[in-house]
Structure formats: C-alpha cells, structure tokens
Nanobody
C-alpha cells in the first residue's frame, strides 16, 4: 500500500496563488507517474495535471494549462502543484495520485491508471 500525504490549500482570493504538496514516503518515487485531480461539489472528479517520473514530461487539462504548474522533487519524494491566477471555479478538493507501478513513459490523464490516492486537500477560491 502506498500512502500519499497532501498539504497546502485553504481559502484563497481570486487571482491569488497557492502551492499544494504531496509526499510519498518510503518508495522509489522517481519511478512513478504522479498526478493531481480535483472534485468540486456536485461534480465528478476531474484530471488537473500529471508528471512523469523523471519530471521531463507533463500534461494539463486545458482549463489550467496557463495557470497551474506541476513539478516534483525526487530527492524528497514530493510532487507539487503551483496554482496561480486562481478562479472561483478552481474551488474543489484536490487529490494527489500515483500510478500502481513503475512506468517510464509519459503521464496520462486517465484516472483509471492511478491506483493510489491521497486524502485530499480543500482549495476554496472566494472573495
């Protein structure tokens, strides 16, 4: 079992910024694709961003492509989601997720490929 621990989030103003972090202690972190997903009230969970194990390849959903940035620090087993120019529609619970096993290709937006999930962290964007 892989244990993912998210931090960050909170109540933010429109136009503001926040950085989410997700730690995955005790594993060969650099071998795993990592992703961020979100779920707004009354809506289905949706893909936000993902990054390859090496960090060389990333993918984003269109609505955040120019505002969010995913990165990782493999030495510290941590993946980040930098969120800028926040909008009220970014309000959601944000989840960190990991592929089931090592994979050395590009990251996918398909949630079915992600086997391990964090507990989620709330991001609320409101004036």
């Amino acid at each position: 079992q892989v244990h993912l621990v998210e931090s960050g989030g909170g109540l933010l103003q429109p136009g503001g910024s926040v950085r989410l972090s997700c730690g995955a202690p005790g594993r060969t972190f650099s071998a795993y694709v990592m992703g961020w997903f979100r779920q707004a009230p009354g809506k289905e969970r949706e893909f936000v961003a993902a990054i390859s194990g090496s960090g060389a390849s990333t993918t984003y959903t269109d609505s955040v492509k120019d505002r969010f940035s995913i990165s990782r620090d493999n030495a510290n087993n941590t993946v980040y989601l930098q969120m800028d120019s926040l909008k009220p529609e970014d309000t959601a619970v944000y989840y960190c997720a990991s592929y089931r096993g090592p994979f050395y290709g590009g990251p996918s937006q398909n949630s079915r490929l992600y086997a391990y999930w964090g507990q989620g962290t709330q991001v609320t964007v409101s004036a």
